[in-house]
């Protein structure tokens, strides 16, 4: 996988299945600390 500025590489999806709206975040790492994270802020 090509790495994009800052040398981020994974993409998580956050969707909520009542409105449908969706969020993407980049990350640096597929972990379960970044999706805590990215859930959190």
Do not use: N, P, W
Request: hydrophobic letters at 50%; charged letters at 20%.
């Amino acid at each position: 996988m090509v790495e994009g500025e800052g040398g981020l590489k994974y993409v998580l999806v956050l969707k909520d299945g009542m409105s449908g709206y969706v969020e993407l975040v980049a990350c640096l790492q597929a972990t379960a600390d970044t999706a805590f994270r990215a859930l959190i802020d």
